[in-house]
């Protein structure tokens, strides 16, 4: 085609003039024809792909309110069972309602959470492989963020684990006293990343969970008091130890020591024997947190028993000891050299005669 005759050639049609242009009844049928076709090609495919994608979300929430609702009665069934225990005589020393109930909650939601994210995330998944998506690019760049997100809150994921892992194994709950190494007191409240702790002079403290290395538990089982009472070398140590029995006999009968000592208390005998004293070794069994009580009461009653005896204690206030004569001679000053006449120092601070003219 020469340059003159493409430059007098009519412009291509555009849309408007597309538009413009009538369509044919054949036209239409054609297009009909193609767009029936192509649904017809297709259209197993869609109602296969829908019909999987309901179906994987009537199995993922089937299965997701079943496992909650197992989880819920199971949670329940242990609330009952400390409500159950908690009017016995012992209920209230040994089941804590409150810190059973919180445990259990604690539990319940984190397997409740842990069970929706596994349920949850497996039917998205499958959702996307219904769809012909290649999940091995969006699972790699999952590994490649999930292992970004571990280095960089690996503190985190470390406090989350052992809180699960401290609530899971009943190691401590509200209400106990405990000593975990970077701080002790009282537990008011825990949680899967901090535990919180009130101290003894009513300080709140932060631990956090993956801090804690090791854990003493002061509210569990029972406790030890324990007792020194140091006494003169000649006191009678049977008279002693007959005391020391009738007072804290005494003690075991009276309100509310009765409740607090969970056995008889023992005189264990002799720990130290020095020139000037000797030390007599009382134990006994108490209910947990409530030693130190126990051990003041117990000073209290042995000291006035043995006070009423007249039994000394080391500490108490000196015997009375006759005072040493003075030494006559101790004002007195050290014979000097120079009082006696012949002796060498005397003759050398002489002054010489004047000589005879």
């Given amino acids: 085609m020469s340059p003159l005759s493409w430059l007098a050639a009519p412009p291509p049609p555009t849309a408007d003039d597309q538009q413009s242009v009538p369509v044919t009844l054949d036209e239409a049928a054609e297009r009909a024809t193609d767009a029936a076709g192509w649904v017809e090609q297709n259209w197993a495919t869609w109602l296969n792909t829908g019909l999987k994608i309901v179906l994987i979300l ?21 609330n009952r069972s400390a409500q159950a225990v908690e009017g016995t005589a012992l209920g209230g020393l040994l089941v804590n309602v409150e810190r059973r109930r919180q445990r259990s909650e604690a539990i319940g939601s984190v397997l409740r959470s842990v069970a929706s994210f596994l349920i949850l995330g497996t ?8 769809f012909k998506i290649d999940l091995a690019p969006l699972l790699a760049s999952a590994g490649v963020a999930g292992v970004a997100i571990g280095f960089g809150a690996r503190n985190l994921v470390t406090d989350f684990l052992s809180g699960v892992f401290m609530i899971l194994e009943d190691q401590y709950g509200v209400g106990d006293s405990i000593d975990a190494g970077v701080a002790s007191g009282e537990v008011v409240e825990v949680g899967l990343r901090v535990t919180k702790l009130r101290g ?31 006494v003169r070398p000649t006191e009678d140590l049977d008279r002693v130890r007959e005391l020391i029995i009738e007072s804290t006999e005494a003690m ?29 070794r009382v134990s006994a069994k108490t209910m947990p947190g409530k030693k130190l009580g126990v051990e003041r009461e117990l000073r209290w009653r042995i000291k006035r028993a043995l006070d009423a005896e007249g039994i000394r204690i080391v500490g108490g206030l000196p015997l009375e000891e006759t005072p ?20 060498p120092q005397s003759a050398a601070a002489t002054p010489l005669p004047k000589p005879v003219k």
């Fill in 324 to 343: 040493a004569k003075a030494d006559p001679t101790a004002g007195m000053n050290a014979p000097s050299v120079f009082s006696s006449p012949s002796s």
């Fill in 123 to 130: 039917a998205a998944l499958m959702i996307l492989g219904a």
């Fill in 200 to 230: 003894v002079d009513g300080e709140i403290w932060y631990v956090r969970n993956g801090e804690i290395k090791r854990i003493g538990n002061l509210s569990q089982g029972w406790a030890t008091a324990g007792v020194d009472v140091t």
């Fill in 252 to 280: 075991s009968k009276d309100e509310p020591w009765n409740e607090r000592l969970w056995g008889p208390v023992e005189v264990l005998g002799l720990t130290e024997v020095l020139l000037d004293s000797m030390t007599v």
């Fill in 58 to 78: 009537i199995v993922a929430l089937t299965l997701r309110m079943l496992v909650r609702k197992a989880l819920t009665k199971l949670i329940d069934r242990m």
